[in-house]
Every structure is written in C-alpha cells, then in structure tokens.
C-alpha cells in the first residue's frame, strides 16, 4: 500500500482541524440562504483587515522583545537587525508560519461567519425563552430581578459608569487573546491549541448552536421584543437616568448606545458589525471564563486578575440589563466544559503521528 511520505506536525494538523471547523461553520452560513455571500465576504475582509492592523502591532511589539533580549552583554556587541533576522528564521522554520498566520484566518472567518448567523439566522427564531429565564433569575436572587438585586447593593451613576467601562473593552482581550496566540513559542503549543479550538467551540457552540435552541432577547429587549414588563422597562428608565445624571445631557454609557444600535439594527437586511440580539448563553461571559482559564497557565496572579475580571463581566451583563444571571452560569460550565475537551484533543495531537512511532515489540 502507498504510504505518503509527507508528515504534518502538530501544528499544521490542529490548524487544519481549527480551520476546517470555522471552514464548515462560514459554509453552513451561506448555504443557509438568509445570508447574502457578498456581504458576508466583505465583512470577512473588514474583519480580516482590522486584526492585520493588531498583528502588525504585535509584531512591533515582539520585535522589540527580540532586541531587550538580544542587547549586547558582556562587552559582545550585536548587530539588531541580524538578532531579528536570526531570530525571525528561528520563529518561521518548521511549522512557525503556520503558528503564526492561523489564528489571524481563524479570528476573521470565525467572527464574520458569527454576526452573519446571528442577524440574518437565528433572527428568525421567536423569543420564546424569555419567560422562564426571567422565573430562572429571580429563583437565583433571592427573590428579585437580577439588575434590582445588583442595584440594591451598588447602584449609582458612578458604579453604573465604572461597569459600562470595563464591560465593554471586552473586546480587546477578545482580539488580542487570539493574536497573542501567533506570536507564543513552540513550548506554549498546549496553551495556544487549547485556547484557540475553545475560543472556536465558545463562537459556534455557545454564540450559535446553544442560542438557536434557545433563543432569547434579555432583559434590555424584553420590552421591545418580547412584550411589556414593568420590572425591565423600569431598569431602561434607570441606566437613563444614571446617563443624565453622569453629564452632557447623556450619550454617555456604551450600552445604551450599543443597545439602541442593535434594535435599529435587528429588522435591516445588511450585515452590521456587532449586529444581532442574543441573550442565553453569553458568548461575553464565556469568553472571560476563557480568558481567565488561559491566564492561569501562564501566570497564577494574572489568572486571578483575569478571573475577577470574568466576575465583573458576569455583574455587569446582570446590572446593565444585557443578560439574565442564569446566560452567564450556563456559558461559565460549558465554556471550561469546551477547555477541558480542547485539553484532550490538544493531548491527542502531540503524540507522534505512526510514521514515527516507535514499533512495540511483537510478543
């Protein structure tokens, strides 16, 4: 029998896995229909070209870590750009260009194919869940609508500011996580392949399978969408009067800005950066559990700050009206579900493929 002679290693075949997997998930979205190709392309390019700019500035970045370790010591005196260009050889032999360009593929067909199916696919599922997750939270509160509850405790303009703040620069760390992810050496291989096939189970699992089967608007929409209810039209009356209250007339918390976006947003029939209304389960909270779970196997402290971040995130969903407790807790437990089976395949991959094996002996 003919036997290829070629092996892939590690690298190559869980960014063949990764892509493949984001691959069938952008098809599954044109093939669906709702989606108009062109669009779709075109949000592929804003996306791709937007975390190009990222890469190209850790790039710089990383490049200027080559140099602080390559400084002349003990009176030898190197040239810098033979350091890069010794070290950029070391960094792109064997399977570096694969480590280093995946990612960026990944982050822009990945994301794109997510706002396509979130506006123009599972917009056309009802919001029929809304009901019972409102009973869900106020079994978890004690009693109370999770954002009364929080606002009991801390409600005011400046803790309704500090929230809006630090809740929506989320998606720094959503990006830069996954850039970050190109530029880790051959000895992060475990880190790198387990955070990145999470953030793609997180994107598909969570964002697109989890919330087709459970559609839902949250609390900010409920009104809107889903029918009158006192308790949430009084929570919009308050996070409007905590915008006054902060100055200039309002205009000043993101989530309201956000939220008024997404309503104008969700009837049109072109694509929107950040478009589409989704509630149960919380890709925003599971991607700060991941967060938090890659920060701990780099550094325990930076995992702990991470991980109070993850915490705020989960408030602040709560407290700004975005989601109902319950989205955050279920997207916390399948998110370090979907760590711990990207763990396993991660494992699987670093065993030698059986072309280089050792035979065991024949008993």
């Known amino acids: 029998m003919f036997r290829s002679s070629i092996v892939f290693g590690r690298e190559t075949r869980v960014a063949a896995l990764g892509l493949g997997i984001t691959a069938a998930y952008f098809i599954a979205v044109l093939a669906s229909g709702y989606v108009a190709p062109a669009q779709l392309l075109q949000l592929f390019r804003m996306y791709l070209f937007g975390l190009t700019a990222v890469w190209l500035f850790l790039f710089c970045l990383w490049l200027i870590v080559i140099l602080w370790q390559g400084r002349p010591k003990d009176g030898k005196v190197s040239s810098p750009l033979a350091v890069i260009r010794e070290r950029i050889a070391e960094r792109v032999s064997g399977e570096g260009v694969v480590t280093m360009l995946w990612p960026l593929l990944l982050f822009a067909a990945l994301i794109s194919s ?192 991470l991980g109070a971040y993850a915490l705020l995130i989960w408030v602040g969903s709560v407290y700004l009206g975005w989601h109902y407790g319950l989205d955050g807790v279920v997207a916390a437990i399948a998110t370090i579900g979907f760590w711990r089976l990207a763990g396993r395949i991660a494992a699987a991959f670093d065993r030698p493929p059986l072309e280089k094996r050792p035979l065991a002996p024949a008993v």
């Not at 990006?175 to 790198?192: I, K, P, Q, S, W």
């Not at 209810?229 to 800005?257: C, F, I, K, P, W």
């Open 114 to 305: 997510f706002n396509a199916f979130k506006q123009q696919i599972l917009s056309t599922q009802p919001f029929a869940h809304d009901p019972w997750l409102v009973e869900a939270d106020r079994w978890l509160f004690f009693g109370k609508d999770g954002w009364r509850f929080f606002h009991d405790w801390f409600g005011s303009p400046a803790a309704t500011d500090f929230i809006d703040t630090f809740y929506h620069v989320w998606f720094l760390p959503m990006a830069l996580g996954v850039v970050a992810c190109a530029f880790l050496g051959t000895r992060y291989y475990r880190l790198r392949t387990q955070y990145l096939l999470t953030y793609i189970f997180v994107w598909i699992g969570l964002g697109s399978v989890m919330a087709f089967l459970l559609p839902s608007a949250g609390p900010c929409f409920y009104t809107d969408l889903v029918g009158p209810q006192e308790s949430y039209a009084a929570m919009m009356e308050t996070l409007r009067a905590h915008d006054a209250a902060l100055g200039n007339g309002g205009g000043n918390l993101v989530a309201l800005n956000n939220m008024h976006h997404l309503l104008n947003a969700y009837s049109s029939d072109t694509l929107a950066i950040g478009g589409g209304i989704s509630a149960m389960p919380s890709v925003h909270n599971g991607l700060a559990i991941l967060f938090a779970l890659g920060a701990f196997r780099i550094n325990r402290w930076l995992g702990y700050l």
